[in-house]
């Protein structure tokens, strides 16, 4: 990124939208201004100038919610950056996840891909800490062999389900399968981003160089 095209406000500030590199949620707005840009393409953790302190503050230093990132994108007129992040806990100090979570519209379903990254981030947690009486916990502790036999069972029922062209069963029954599917991704350490770049490598548009 060449910081050198970066339009700063009169103020040597830049507004900085920080988005959740996985699922695209954004998480918050900040400003920065070029010393908290220039450290945060060095250490990769989310770095912005504080307004109201008149200092730089990384984020995650004292909550020890931090962000990894990812990436940096300039807007196209260059007085807009987007920092694209792994989060480590909530972005808001509310101890919510993301700081816009007041909505001024009806709410809507949310892209599968940011249900299916908070439904693993959810399994990632249980099998972090077994909480009692958890049905992660619960099939965790029947074993590795248990969790496989339950991916074969829900995959049958999908198939009986589009069989008999039930569409709302097979809804049921193929949210079944990825929530099974997404807690041995988790048990073994793989990721929905890891999936993610397969299948953008093989499906990606053909500019951008497809297979």
Do not use: F, L, N
């Given at each position: 990124m060449n910081l050198a095209a970066v339009r700063f406000d009169t103020n040597g500030l830049v507004p900085v939208i920080v988005q959740d590199a996985q699922t695209g949620q954004v998480l918050t707005l900040a400003y920065a201004n070029l010393e908290a840009l220039e450290q945060t393409l060095q250490t990769r953790q989310s770095t912005f100038w504080s307004r109201s302190r008149g200092a730089l503050?990384?984020?995650?230093?004292?909550?020890?919610?931090?962000?990894?990132?990812v990436e940096v994108v300039l807007d196209c007129d260059q007085d807009a950056v987007v920092y694209k992040v792994i989060p480590e806990g909530p972005a808001c100090h509310t101890g919510a996840e993301s700081c816009f979570h007041h909505p001024l519209t009806p709410a809507t379903d949310p892209p599968l891909g940011e249900v299916l990254q908070r439904v693993?981030?959810?399994i990632q947690q249980r099998l972090e800490t077994l909480p009692e009486?958890?049905?992660v916990a619960k099939l965790h502790q029947a074993g590795l062999d248990r969790l496989l036999k339950k991916i074969g069972e829900e995959a049958g029922e999908v198939i009986i389900a589009a069989k008999n062209q039930r569409p709302e069963e097979l809804v049921w029954e193929a949210s079944d399968l990825l929530f099974h599917l997404l807690f041995v991704l988790a048990e073994q350490g793989v990721t929905?981003?890891?999936l993610a770049r397969t299948l953008w490598s093989r499906h990606k548009p053909k500019d951008q160089g497809s297979a």
């Open positions: 503050w990384v984020k995650g230093q004292t909550s020890g919610h931090t962000q990894r990132v693993y981030r959810t009486g958890s049905y929905p981003a890891d």
